[in-house]
Every structure is written in C-alpha cells, then in structure tokens.
C-alpha cells in the first residue's frame, strides 16, 4: 500500500508551530517548573535558565528541525538512511517516547476525575487520604498489580478515545485542526486563572518568595543541571517528535525563525504557570497560616493535594477556579500526549506500508490495553519509576546519540546554507556548529551521569527492579521493529531535501 504523502502533512505553518507548542507546553510546565524556579534560587534561576535556551534548547531543535526537514520521512527511516547498520536507535527513541504515551494517559485519566470532583469539591475535607488511599488505593508493593480500580480505567479510556478519535484522522484533519483550536485555548484559559490568582489575598506573599533571588546558588553545579533538564524536558528535546513534525512540514518553511517562536511560547507559558501556581500558593499561606516553603511541592502531589486543599479554602470562587484549573492540565496533557504516538505510528508506516489511520488504530489499541497497569494499587509507583527511567535515563541517552548522529554523521554544515537561506531572523553560523558538536553533547552526557548515579544511589530495590523491567521491555520492543522485515518497498528509498 503506497503512503500518500498528503496524508502527513500540515495545512500550514501555523498548524506545525501550534502542534509543537501543543507538545511542548505539558504537565512539566505546571506542574514541575514552578517548583524547579522556586527550589533552584528563584529569581537568580533566570540566569542558568536562559543560557539553556540560548545554548541547548535553540540550537538543538533547529538542528533536530533541519534534519527531519530534510528527510521528509520518518525518524527510523531517516537513521537507515544515514547509516543502515543504526536502523535500531532510530526505532529507540520512538518507542521510548510511546511508552511515555503510555503513562500520560494514566495521568490525564486522573485529571478527567478531578475536573469532574472540582465540581462539587468532591475529593472531601482531606485530599490528601482522597488521592492516595480513596483513588488510587495506592499500594507500594507490587502485589497491587491484581487490584484494578475500573473508575481509573474509564478515565483512561475516555483519554484514549479521544486521542484516536484525533490521530487517527489524516495529520491536518486531526492534529492540526484541533492544534488550531486547543493551544490558544489552553493560553486563553492560563491567562484567565493567573489573572484571578493574581487579585487573591496573599499573593504578593507567594510571589515574593518565588522571585526571592539566591545569587549564592549560582555558583552550584546543580542549579546549572536544572535548568538543562528542564529545558530538555520541557521543551520535548531530542524526542524524535520535533524531527518527525518538521518532516511533516511543506517545502517553503523558516525553521529558524520557528523554532525561536516555539521555545518563546514555552517559555512564556510555564513562567505564566509559576506566577499563577505561587499566588495561589500565597493565598493559602495567609489563609492556614503555613509558611510557602511548606506548602510548596511538585508533581501529583501539587496538583491533585495541594490544589484541592487550596479549593477546599477558596469558597464560592473554587467551583469555577477548581474545573478551569484541571481542564488546564487536561488540555495541556492532551495536547502533548497527541505529539508522542506521531514518531512510532510514522516510523511503522513507512516500514510496514500501513496507512496512518491504521497504524494510529494499532497502536491505541496496544498502548490503551498496555496502559491498565497504571489503573491498578501498584500504579502510581510504577508510573513514578518508569517515568524517572524514561526521562532520566533513556531519552538523555537518546539525545546524546542523537546530537552525535546529526551534528557529527549527517554533517550539521550541510543545514547551515539552506536554513539561513529561509531564516528572516538569525543566521547561524559557526558558533551553532561549536554549540550542536561539543557544548551539548558533553552539558547532556554530564546531566545524564549524575541523572544515572541518582537513581543508582537513591533507589529502593522495587525501583531498580522496575527500572531493569523497563529498560528491558523498551530493548526488546525496539529489537523487534528492527528486526521485522520491511513491507513498503519504499523503505530504502528516502529522498532528501536539503
Ligand atoms: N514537554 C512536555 C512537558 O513539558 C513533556 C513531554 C515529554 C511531552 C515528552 C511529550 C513528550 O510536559
């Protein structure tokens, strides 16, 4: 079956820089920036911060952009194409990036819940005994595998339905039409909520400890370390997803200057999540009396504890406070889950010669099936172990190999002509070739060490023992799509752009 090219491409520019700022803006910029600026010398942060976008976050998507532009074609088979004998690293990132896909709709499902509770407060007086023992009936050994939680597993696939309803339709069909509509709305939303946070009680209080610069931290190696992971992380770097949606773009685009809007928007929004996220926190901390620095945390515990705590003292104003804040987190949730099937469902497409429609299909089938550990007791340890081995180990890996392979073995010069050529804002020249080459490289193979020595040092047998399942299932399943023999007799031929 031939793949008609058309079914893999974006209407416009606009439909390509709204799904990337889809994929981008995600649960890491609410619920995990905040916290890094905070706990990272707050206002001094913005130093170390902006150098990652300036040094890695930039210069690695328009690298990460200008290859997958140039390929036209999936993440697999552009790494055959450079070299055969590597064809299993361009199918690891891609399943890596799935088996996130994986676990992000556990999380949407949980937020679905709470959009629905935030209508009548309904996790109760304690959400803290709601979320853990209510909900998740959270068991940390792994004997809770066998108690499955079904409202869970509605949540989830009710997620799921509504990603294939979207990706399983031709790419500006789907993703890009709702790109279209859900990013701007998302902002629109995030601009509502802060402007309200802003005008609460307290809130000068919660901003003022954010912002309170520790210039001493400056010179510690960790707060350096946060910030380029952040960056990675939030800006979906070297994911295979930016390479895969720059191939789906049309011959005429300036991903230069593309690349600086997305990494603007990012930025804007996650900083605009922190001013909301502390105000908030502020208006608490007058309300109980609790110092910031106490109520101040991450993850699922600022969302699905701390948020509801907040709603249970807001009063009146909480039942429209409560659901816009999680449709928030859901639109944000959704909007990246959507970018993370793209690299694997293309990458199949062009080696088996299914139509997209039938791979997304595939796919969510596989995945939401795969997905029911997550609506179990075990659950959301295992989704904390899984995700700290996908983020901190296998995609640092995978960014690192990929900035070796693209700068090094594609050869980053051959970009250079053709990307200034379009660019009506920077050019790049050598300085981008040092950055691309050395700098990053060595800042991600750094990160990536003391990411590893972490979970070495600090994990409990369970999580050494899930991280080595982990790893394993994400070995063989890349093995296996090596291995299978090529259906689309198109596979080996892959024309380049550049
Ligand atoms: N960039 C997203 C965020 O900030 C996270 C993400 C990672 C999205 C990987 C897609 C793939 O939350």
């Not at 709204?18 to 600026?37: C, D, E, F, H, K």
């Not at 790419?171 to 609460?200: C, D, R």
Request: aromatic fraction near 14%.
């Amino acid at each position: 079956m031939e793949i008609m090219a058309d079914k893999n491409e974006w209407g416009s520019n606009m439909s390509f820089i709204l799904a990337m700022i889809g994929s981008a803006v995600g649960l890491g910029n609410i619920w995990r920036y905040p916290y890094v600026l905070y706990s990272n010398g707050g206002g001094a942060f913005y130093i170390p911060y902006i150098v990652a976008i300036l040094l890695m976050g930039i210069p690695f998507l328009i690298l990460e952009y200008g290859v997958g532009y140039n390929f036209k074609s999936s993440f697999a088979k552009a790494i055959t194409k450079i070299n055969s004998k590597w064809q299993y690293l361009g199918w690891l990132l891609p399943v890596a990036v799935f088996m996130i896909m994986i676990y992000y709709s556990a999380i949407l499902g949980w937020d679905g819940i709470y959009m629905v509770l935030s209508f009548f407060k309904g996790w109760g007086a304690d959400p803290n005994t709601y979320f853990t023992a209510n909900l998740l009936q959270a068991s940390s050994s792994y004997t809770g595998l066998t108690n499955f939680i079904p409202v869970i597993a509605v949540a989830m696939l009710i997620g799921w339905v509504i990603v294939w309803f979207i990706s399983h339709r031709d790419l500006e069909a789907g993703l890009g039409k709702v790109s279209k509509i859900l990013v701007p709305a998302l902002f629109i939303i995030m601009i509502i909520i802060v402007g309200f946070s802003l005008t609460l009680p307290g809130a000068s209080i919660g901003l003022a400890e954010l912002f309170d610069p520790d210039w001493s931290l400056l010179t510690h190696f960790e707060i350096w370390m946060a910030a380029f992971g952040q960056i990675v992380f939030s800006l979906s770097l070297g994911m295979s997803i930016a390479f895969t949606y720059a191939s789906y773009t049309k011959d005429d685009a300036d991903l230069v200057t593309n690349t600086i809007s997305i990494a603007l928007a990012n930025s804007l929004f996650e900083n605009f999540a922190a001013l909301g996220v502390f105000s908030i926190l502020g208006y608490m901390s007058l309300q109980s009396g609790t110092a910031v620095a106490d109520l101040v945390t991450q993850g699922t515990g600022l969302v699905f504890i701390v948020y509801p705590t907040v709603f249970n003292v807001l009063g009146q104003w909480a039942y429209i406070l409560g659901p816009l804040f999680f449709l928030t987190v859901y639109l944000a949730g959704l909007t990246s889950i959507l970018s993370t099937i793209e690299p694997l469902s293309f990458s199949i497409q062009n080696k088996f010669g299914l139509s997209r429609s039938r791979t997304m299909t595939i796919l969510i089938v596989v995945g939401a099936a795969i997905s029911m550990v997550y609506a179990t007791s075990f659950g959301g340890d295992l989704l904390g172990y899984v995700d700290t081995f996908i983020n901190q180990i296998a995609l640092l890996l995978g960014v690192i190999l990929e900035c070796i392979i693209f700068a090094w073995i594609f050869k980053a010069e051959r970009l250079i002509d053709f990307l200034n050529s379009r660019s009506k804002t920077i050019k790049l020249g050598s300085w981008w070739l040092v950055v691309v080459k050395y700098i990053l490289p060595i800042f991600i193979a750094i990160i990536w060490i003391g990411g590893l020595i972490d979970v070495i040092n600090a994990g409990t047998v369970d999580q050494l023992v899930f991280t080595a399942i982990s790893a394993a299932i994400l070995l063989v399943a890349t093995l296996i799509f090596t291995i299978l023999p090529a259906k689309n007799p198109e596979w080996e031929n892959t024309e380049e752009r550049v």
